[in-house]
C-alpha cells in the first residue's frame, strides 16, 4: 500500500504543474520525490530538506499587522512510518512546518516579517511525561524556526528599543500552546491542507482536477481510513491524545 508512495509524491507534482500558481511547487516536490526513491526504501522515510517546498503564500486578507503583505511560503516535512504501524495505524513520525515570510513597508523604514506554524509528533519519550501535555501528533504555532528568526538584534520588540514619544510600544505575543490533537499528514495530505488554508481559489482550482483529487483521495485512504478505524479502542485514543485522554 505504501510502496509506491515516492512514485505518488511525483505524480502529485505533475497535477500541482497543471497551475501556475503551483508550478514551483511542483518543481521542489520533484527532488523530494526524487531522493525520497532511496530514503524511503532504506528508512520508509521522507524528507523535504533544507530548502524545503515552495506553496502559495496566503492571500493578502486579515494579515497582522495591519498593511503588511504575505510574499512567500515555505513548507518542510518529515514523515517516516514505524514498525507500528500495521498494529497501530500510526507514523513514527508525521512532522510538517510552515514558514510564510512577508513585508511591511512604513514611514520610516522596511520590516521583514515571518510566520510559523506546524503539526508536531511528540517523540521525547512518553507524552505522559512531559510537562505540558503533548498530544502525539499536535497543532503548534512557533518552534525551533521563530526562535531562529527572532535572535537577530533588528527583532522588535526586544529590551533595545527607544523610549516611545508617548504611551507605551504594543506588540504580539506568542506562546508555545495550545497544542492541539490533530490526525496525522503525509506530507502530499499536508500540502493540500496548507494550500487550502492560504488560498482558497488555488485550492478549489487543483481539486476541481481529476488527477489531483484522485491522489489526494488515495492519499486519504491509506493514512486515514485505518487511523479513524483504530480510533475506536480506547488504548489508541489514548495513545494518539497522549496526557489529555483522562
Known sequence: MWDAFPDELAEFADALNKLESTASTADSLRVVAAFAQYSWREELR??????????????????????????EAIIHFNFALGDSFEKDAFPKQADFQVTVKGSLEGKHGFVE???HWRIDSHLAGDPKDANETHPYFHFQ???HALDAFSESHLYVPNDEMPEPEKGVWRASMLSPGPRIPMAPYCPILAIDFTIGQHDGGIWHNLRADADYLNIIRRAQDRLWMPFFAAL??????ALWMGPVFA
Open 113 to 115: 516579517l515571518e510566520d
Open 141 to 143: 504555532r512557533g518552534g
Open 232 to 237: 475506536a479502542r480506547a488504548e489508541f485514543r
Open 46 to 71: 521522507v524528507l523535504s530538506g533544507d530548502a524545503g517546498v515552495r506553496i502559495p503564500p496566503p492571500r493578502n486578507k486579515a494579515l497582522h499587522p495591519r498593511l503588511c503583505k504575505a510574499e
